[in-house]
Every structure is written in structure tokens, then in C-alpha cells.
């Protein structure tokens, strides 16, 4: 199971000004408070692509936007602080920890984060924000020479597929680089490949029936498996009720959760709406273990989403406004976001998975547990459990 994905940010030179808005602030894990800004976004999104596949990565937009918090000033800065809901003063030392805790050596399954900067060739970087940035988030720097864009955008995709391990080679185009401007392109990459904790078997993989958003039925590779799985029943404040059922990775520190209208007439647009960190963190009191053939659909799907409007609606504006933002901590230049974008892509199979002793002995189970088939439109989430952080999730509409 592998998934990856990137945010690109790239500045243009400008003028700034600076407002006053109110920051708030909750008592949820910094993991939580920027997965549920990227939750929102995921919202947005899919709210206007009901029938579609989503792919997308809330950690994804919180790593990008905590980097350019150490070099934005003034309103700029408080719309982001307010978004993600961090203390005044700055979460770095929240944020670092963060971001070491995700990718820990000891981390049994396959979490690479990279972030890099990429600046044109004499702009000057303030040594705060190089400083900030790479003790936060082990952010690489490089110069760039973007008169050339064909050359530039060569250059940053080696690096993205680099970090990709080659699964996304091409995520800048040489007309998103104005040879004139641009300044900055600021760029973040999650690679994850989990282990199964209970393996899927090739050979119990088989078409099955599968109804689509849009109400079609066809035939889909169905991987099935007999074993104890955490699952649960939960419901929106309306009384819509929904399964979750939780598929740990191997080291128990990451689990991807399988999210189900219980009802088959039940749209998945009726109760995305009602997801957030507190919902899912509230999930583990719900699951209990239970022994269930669970069958789900092998899957891939991939998607670029567009982040400027759905930010822009959670009211962090005037980093993409010439005239108003304001990153006089970033470099001596005035400078805007002028894009904003992510490519994120998954696949779910059987391979990469891997058995334990103890699922052994469940598949071994002689009883005769009920069945539970994901057999029309899911809601996925990958969770990193110690934190909250939500690392991907996705609606998947048609296998």
C-alpha cells in the first residue's frame, strides 16, 4: 500500500499590507488542529466532486502552511495562526516534535516526509526562516535559476520523484514559473507504504458486485479475509448511523479506517460533513473486536486539487493577495502565494502485506462470523494513532 503526496507554493514579488484578526485556540494535539484544517479543505472539495474519487493529504496542507508561518508577518500570519487554531506565540517546538514523532526510525511502517525550498538565484532567505524551517521540519534549500523554467521545473520534479521513490515525476510545469517573478517554490512530499497487520490473501481476491456513486453496479476485485477487527456503529448529530472499521498497518501505530453508511441508500456527501479530529478521536471508545469475513475492494485512484479557494475560504486570503501579504520574515522581498496545489495518489492491494502469529490462529477460527462488505462508496482515513495526525484520506466512489 503506497500513497504520496505534494503541495507546491510558488511566490511572485509584490506589495504587502497587514490586518487584525482574532486567534483562537483549543486544547487538540497540534497533529489534530492542522489535519482538521486539512479536513475542511477535503470538504470543499468533495462537496463539489460528489460522484468522483478523492485523494488527499490533511497533513499535507498543515506541513506546508507551518513552514510559511515562520516567514509570514503580521495579518498573513494571524489568518494562518487562526486557521489552524496554534498559539500566538508560535508552535514550533509542537510542530518539531510532531514532525519527529511521525518519522521515527522506530516507526514500523514506511513514513518518509520531505519538505524543500526552492529560491531563485540571489534571493535572499532571512537566516530565521531557513533556521525555523529546517530545525522544524528538516527542510532542504536550494537555488534555482527560474529565468530558465524549463530547467527549474526539471529540477524540482527529480527532486519530487526522488522523494516519491519515482511515483510522482512530473508535479510542476514550466508555465507555472514566470522567468520574470518568481522567487520561492516551497514543496512538501508524504510517502507511505503500511504492512497489513492481517494479511489479505491473493487467492481469496474475486469480482464482486460493487454499486457506484452514481448508482451503477460492476464487477471489482474484492479482497476478503476472515479475522478480528475492530469495528463500530457511530451517527451524525441528524441520526445517520455509520460503520467504521479499523485495518491496523503492522506496528499498530498506523491504522487506516474504512468509514460505511449503514444504511445502502445512504450518500457519503450526508455525513463527510460531520467528520472531523474530535469525531474520530472519539471512534476508539466506540470499536470493539470482533471476528467478521470483512471484504473490501481493491483500489486505486489519484487526484490534484486546487487549494487556493478552499483556503481562501477558511480565511487565510491575503497570502494569495499582491497587495496585502505580508512574508517580511521569509526574505527582504515582498512577495504572494500564487499557486497552491496537491497531488496526492493511492493503491490497495494485497502485496506489501504481512501475517503474525496471532492472525494465524484467527483464521484458524471455526465459528461462523458475520460478513461485512465494503461494497459501495467508502470514506478512508490513515491515522497516525499516537498523535491524531491524519496523514491521508479519500472518498472512493469507484474502485
Known amino acids: 500500500m503506497v500513497f504520496y503526496s505534494l503541495i507546491l507554493f510558488r511566490c511572485c514579488v509584490v506589495h504587502n499590507e497587514a490586518y487584525l484578526v482574532a486567534v483562537l485556540s483549543q486544547t487538540s494535539s497540534y497533529g489534530e488542529r492542522g489535519s482538521d484544517v486539512g479536513i475542511q479543505v477535503f470538504q470543499q472539495v468533495v462537496r463539489s466532486k460528489p460522484l468522483e474519487n478523492v485523494v488527499f493529504s490533511p497533513h499535507g496542507v498543515a506541513s506546508v502552511l507551518g513552514m510559511l508561518l515562520s516567514g509570514a508577518h503580521g495579518e498573513t500570519r494571524k489568518q ?4 489552524l487554531r496554534y498559539k500566538k506565540n508560535g508552535p514550533y517546538k509542537m510542530l518539531r516534535k510532531l514532525h519527529k514523532t511521525l518519522t521515527a526510525k522506530s516507526n514500523k511502517d514506511a513514513v518518509l516526509i520531505a519538505n524543500g525550498l526552492f529560491t531563485q538565484e540571489g534571493f535572499s532567505l532571512q537566516p530565521g526562516f531557513v533556521s525555523q524551517t529546517k530545525k522544524n521540519f528538516e527542510c532542504q534549500t536550494r537555488n534555482l535559476d527560474f ?3 524549463k530547467k527549474a521545473a526539471n529540477e524540482i520534479n527529480e527532486w519530487v520523484s526522488n522523494k516519491t521513490k519515482g511515483h510522482i515525476s512530473s508535479l510542476i510545469k514550466p508555465d507555472m514559473l ?7 517554490v516551497a514543496v512538501n512530499s508524504i510517502y507511505f507504504k503500511g504492512l497489513w497487520m492481517s494479511r489479505f490473501l491473493p487467492e481469496n481476491t474475486k469480482p464482486r458486485p460493487f454499486t457506484t456513486a452514481d448508482g451503477q453496479t460492476l464487477m471489482v476485485p474484492m479482497m476478503s479475509q476472515l479475522s478480528v477487527f475492530n469495528i463500530c456503529v457511530d451517527a451524525t448529530p441528524e441520526g445517520q448511523k455509520y460503520k467504521v472499521i479499523e485495518l491496523p498497518y503492522q506496528g499498530n501505530g498506523i491504522s487506516m479506517l474504512i468509514v460505511l453508511p449503514t444504511e445502502e441508500d445512504s450518500s457519503l456527501s450526508s455525513f ?5 479530529t474530535a469525531t474520530v478521536r472519539n471512534w476508539p471508545k466506540l470499536l470493539r473486536m470482533r471476528k467478521i469475513n470483512l471484504v473490501i475492494p481493491k483500489f486505486a ?3 490534484e486539487v486546487d487549494l487556493k479557494a478552499p483556503l ?3 480565511g487565510i ?3 494569495f493577495s499582491p497587495d496585502k501579504a505580508d512574508f517580511s520574515y521569509l526574505g527582504l522581498e515582498s512577495v504572494h502565494v500564487s499557486k497552491a496545489l496537491q497531488k496526492a495518489k493511492i493503491e490497495v492491494n494485497e502485496d506489501g502485506t504481512k501475517a503474525t502469529a496471532a492472525t494465524t490462529a ?3 477460527a471455526r465459528s461462523s462470523p458475520p460478513w461485512i462488505m465494503v461494497d459501495r462508496p467508502f470514506l478512508f482515513l490513515i491515522r497516525h494513532n499516537t498523535t491524531g495526525t491524519i496523514l491521508f484520506m479519500g472518498q472512493i466512489n469507484q474502485p
Open 312 to 314: 481562501s475560504a477558511l
Open 362 to 364: 484467527i483464521l484458524l
Open 317 to 319: 486570503t491575503d497570502m
Open 147 to 149: 529565468s530558465n523554467p
Open 80 to 83: 494562518i495562526i487562526s486557521a
Open 272 to 276: 463527510i460533513p460531520h467528520i472531523n
Open 301 to 303: 485512484a489519484e487526484a
Open 178 to 184: 514566470d522567468s520574470a517573478l518568481t522567487r520561492l
